[in-house]
């Protein structure tokens, strides 16, 4: 909207050559960073790192790139560390927008690292989390003009999470909700399942994937 952009024409007002060319040094490269990079092919090594050690003082400011420095244990991360908190945690931020009335909660229950028995067993309880809470929290309840529900996976571990957009509730309430979809009408859901749906949903998920595998 016009109100959202009046600081961004402010902003761009003030601007000058100077700021502009000063703008990469001071909103990042002041940060203290960490570079990651893979080579491949037959260059031997110690051309790999000094062409590496080339591309990133490029970037570097006179001050940094003296300070830089090659760690001799560095590796590759192959996969994002994800923390396993132990116990329930709770994690709260403001809404980035001024003024708007929007609460959004979001509850999530992590599982485990991938299998793939894990991933074919959350695939099929998270398409019925997702029809359950948008039954409950969204057609009947009408908490939010955004309800989502299924599972999801935080880099290489599944989780399921429930997600409610709204004005009708605030977050904790909607937290509230939500946990009563997880706990009652999910577990009542389960337990009425017929086992023509489970084998409907089970060829569906043998059909997708066996398109990925094509289209793959």
């Known amino acids: 909207s016009l109100h959202d952009a009046l600081p961004i024409f402010k902003a761009l007002d003030q601007m000058t050559l100077e700021s502009v060319a000063r703008a990469a040094e001071e909103l990042m490269l ?8 893979l080579a491949m092919g037959n260059l031997p090594q110690a051309k ?3 062409l590496v050690q080339q591309a990133a003082a490029g970037v570097q400011s006179k001050e940094r790139r003296s300070k830089m420095t090659t760690s001799s244990d560095a590796k590759v991360e192959l996969i994002t560390p ?13 809404n980035p927008r001024d003024g708007d009335p929007n609460d959004v909660a979001v509850v999530a229950l ?8 894990s991933r074919v067993l959350l695939s099929l309880v ?5 029809n359950v809470a948008y039954n409950e929290l969204r057609t009947v309840r009408q908490l939010g003009y955004v309800v989502q529900g299924g599972a999801t996976s935080f880099s290489n ?4 999470k429930v997600m409610v957009q709204g004005i009708v509730l605030d977050a904790d309430q909607a937290e509230a909700a939500i946990q009563a979809v997880i706990t009652d009408f999910m577990p009542r859901r389960l337990a009425e399942l017929k086992q023509e749906e489970l084998d409907s949903m089970k060829s569906a998920l043998q059909i997708g994937r066996a398109s990925c595998r094509e289209r793959v």
């Not at 992590?110 to 028995?117: E, F, G, R, S």
């Not at 998270?126 to 997702?130: A, D, M, N, Q, R």
């Not at 571990?157 to 399921?160: K, L």
């Open 30 to 37: 002041s940060r203290k960073l960490q570079l990651t990079s």
């Open 48 to 50: 790999a790192v000094e």
């Open 82 to 94: 994800v923390v396993n908190p132990g116990q329930p945690i709770e994690l709260r931020t403001n």
């Open 110 to 117: 992590l599982d485990d690292v991938k299998t793939v028995k």
């Open 126 to 130: 998270g398409k019925i989390l997702h």
């Open 157 to 160: 571990v599944m989780a399921v």
